[in-house]
RNA sequence: GGUUCCGUAGCUCAGUUGGAUAGAGCAACAGCCUUCUAAGCUGUGGGUCGCAGGUUCGAAUCCUGCCGGAAUCGCCA
């Protein structure tokens, strides 16, 4: 039993000897101590000041003398106001180390059994390069399934790629019609930037046509635009592709493969990657069964167009469209489909969708559709909503062209790390490979922090005209530490800690070395709150607390330089907890840690 | 207009199953490298926790109303 739990048990027990009543565990706090005040654990008598009839200073001290007796863990106590401040015994922090400092998978559980999870993220669509906003969806799907992972589930990552559909059409046409052949072979461009360019080329063409079109037979924007030839082009290029047209077919897969060759790229780059991939172009057929099945069941409506609805008002939404007069389908018969599909794929117990606040109001309608359907599974689905990442004057916008590329801003990170790295002068006896490969880790570290270390659910701000910090809060400082560390351990020849016992008397811990025994502690905690949150931020705020507080202690006191021997062994593997504690935190993450930098 | 989310230091963010004097980082200013990496450490200044009520021994945290911002309310995805 973990010892904050057998000090709650200990202290329910002596209420109920000394004030005679039973305490309801919600009463029941204990807290981390306060950094000002002396103390490991915090218990607040507040709520038993009552009972017990005296002020809440005596109530705290009755409580104190009696646990002193009872666990010989609590070697002291102190109160402040009703605070009762509980110091553990040395022994126990040193305990605790000798029995972690070898698990290099301390904090991650291994796999508890039971249904798997599903993550899905990334999501993206064939038409358009990756850029800020899928960065931060792709991290936070890739962190939360490794959280989900280390906190004992089974997990599975997918992707659901949007690879059909009018946009689609767009960028082939277009590429059809201005083309003249190019590939990305003929003109060295990234797949899915050479995609995105048509993408972009077709509305600007569109654009000219309505403009001219307007002018000359003086009808309204709204109908130019459905009835501009490349518009009608476009969708005749839908229902071929639907009617599986060769010719149609075999340049949507070929312009597909560009894309994928790039996304790829940039997905490697980016440290993610999927246990199975979903094509809308598969699956988007499949809702209709559910339609139907809800159509015989009685929950939806056929009105007399042909037209499908479900009726949500009783819910407190609205009526909403499930299948159109002529039989097609919307987005959510598809996503209908996909979760059944993705049901009877795994047996998940939860599925998980990674996806922006914008489409709550979907995901809403999605769970309540499928209760009327009767799935059992319609409460496993479960909507990661995450806030939208603004620039400084608001909304990404790309015919404004403030869309910040995701290729282009890894590149400019891993400059920024070059350029601080070379300026503070670290890696003389770096050869180049060693060179690019930490300049890779820093850059996308201070990026991947960045982003990670903001609750998923806030909108964030980017500001690209200044640069990502590497000081302070943030993930080079992390890296940094742990490469502090390394230097350490790689002196003292203990790159592996021996498996010695720890010798060193429990007296000669000092407050430094207490905070940080403290911390780590809280470690398998905060991987399950973070697991339970479905929340990277809470590892990274943890790591950085961490991080901190190593560096307080490495200021300090030496570790090598220690003459005592046994304390200076002790340090060595205090040291050596610290650093796999922030390597596997940073791992959740997603971010690599490197041995010097 | 309806629904949902958000509002904490100049800026970016922690802190919300109700607990002590509301915390970090950045920016500003002042210190610390003959000792294990100064991407570090220490200190100073900086707050009506959007506003007003309510519940409570105790509210940034829970409830109500208001103000401000965002998203959404398509036979788009």
Redesign the pocket.
């Known amino acids: 039993m973990k010892v904050e739990e057998k000090i709650l048990q200990a202290v329910a027990e002596i209420i109920k000897e000394q004030f005679g009543q039973e305490a309801p565990a919600a009463?029941l706090?204990l807290?981390k101590?306060?950094k000002?005040?002396e103390?490991d654990f915090?218990f607040?008598v507040?709520?038993f000041v009552k009972m017990a009839r005296r002020s809440p200073e005596q109530t705290a001290e009755a409580i104190g003398n009696a646990l002193l007796e009872k666990l010989p863990e609590i070697s002291s106590f102190n109160v402040?106001?009703?605070?009762l401040?509980l110091s553990l015994d040395g022994l126990y922090w040193l305990e605790f180390l000798s029995r972690e400092m070898n698990n290099v998978r301390f904090g991650l559980r291994d796999q508890q059994g039971g249904a798997p999870v599903v993550v899905e993220y990334s999501s993206p669509?064939t038409n358009k390069p990756l850029h800020l906003g899928h960065i931060r969806n792709n991290l936070l799907g890739y962190s939360v399934a490794c959280i989900l992972e280390a906190a004992g589930n089974k997990v599975h990552k997918v992707n659901l790629v949007?690879d059909r559909?009018?946009h689609i059409c767009k960028s082939m046409l277009a590429w059809m019609c201005f083309g003249n052949g190019e590939t990305p072979a003929s003109s060295g461009k990234k797949g899915d930037k050479l995609v995105g360019e048509y993408y972009v080329r077709f509305e600007t063409e569109l654009r000219s046509q309505v403009k001219k079109m307007m002018e000359t037979s003086g009808i309204s924007e709204e109908e130019a635009r459905k009835t501009a030839p490349l518009m009608l082009e476009a969708q005749e290029l839908l229902r071929k592709w639907e009617l599986r047209d060769e010719e149609t077919l075999s340049i949507w897969e070929k312009m597909n493969g560009w894309v994928y060759e790039g996304f790829d790229a940039t997905y490697k780059r980016l440290g993610v990657n999927f246990d199975k991939v979903y094509y809308?172009s598969e699956t988007y057929l499949l809702g209709k069964d559910l339609v139907n099945e809800g159509l015989e069941k009685g929950v939806f409506v056929r009105r007399a167009?042909g037209?499908v609805w479900v009726n949500l008002t009783s819910e407190?939404l609205?009526e909403k469209?499930l299948l159109?007069?002529?039989g097609t389908s919307?987005?959510m018969t598809?996503d209908l489909g996909t979760a059944q599909l993705r049901f009877d794929d795994f047996k998940a117990e939860k599925m998980i969708y990674v996806v922006g606040?914008?489409?709550?109001?979907?995901f809403d309608v999605l769970q309540k559709v499928l209760k009327k359907l009767g799935k059992p599974f319609a409460d496993s689905v479960f909507h990661l909503s995450y806030?939208?990442v603004e620039l400084p004057e608001g909304?990404m916008k790309s015919r404004e062209g403030t869309v910040v590329d995701a290729d282009d801003l890894m590149d400019e990170m891993v400059e920024t790390?070059r350029r601080?790295?070379e300026e503070?002068g670290?890696t003389k006896d770096f050869n180049e490979e060693e060179k690019a490969r930490l300049f890779y880790i820093?850059g996308l570290g201070a990026l991947k922090y960045f982003i990670l270390?903001?609750?998923p659910?806030?909108?964030?701000?980017f500001n690209p005209a200044e640069s990502i910090?590497?000081?302070?809060?943030?993930g080079?400082?992390i890296q940094?530490t742990h490469?502090?560390i390394?230097?350490?351990l790689r002196?003292a020849g203990q790159e592996q800690v021996e498996a010695i016992q720890i010798r060193m008397p429990a007296d000669k811990l000092n407050l430094r070395e207490r905070n940080l025994l403290r911390t780590l502690n809280e470690f398998p905690q905060v991987v399950a709150e973070a697991a339970a949150e479905l929340s990277p931020?809470?590892i990274a705020?943890f790591t950085?607390e961490l991080c901190?507080e190593f560096?307080?202690f490495?200021?300090e006191?030496?570790?090598?330089?220690e003459p005592d021997e046994q304390v200076s062994d002790f340090r060595i593997k205090l040291s050596q907890l610290t650093a796999i504690t922030i390597s596997n935190a940073m791992g959740l993450l997603g971010i690599e840690v490197p041995e010097?930098?």
Do not use: C, W
């Open positions: 009463t706090t807290q101590t306060r000002e005040f103390g915090s607040v507040f709520p402040i106001k009703g605070f401040n669509n949007n559909g009018i809308e167009d037209s407190g609205d469209l159109r007069a002529d919307v987005y598809q606040n914008e489409q709550n109001y979907h806030g939208m909304k790390a601080t790295t503070l670290k820093i270390k903001v609750d659910k806030k909108n964030m701000l910090d590497f000081n302070g809060n943030t080079p400082f940094y490469a502090r390394r230097s350490i002196t931020a809470q705020n950085f901190k560096n307080q490495y200021h006191h030496s570790v090598l330089n010097r930098m």
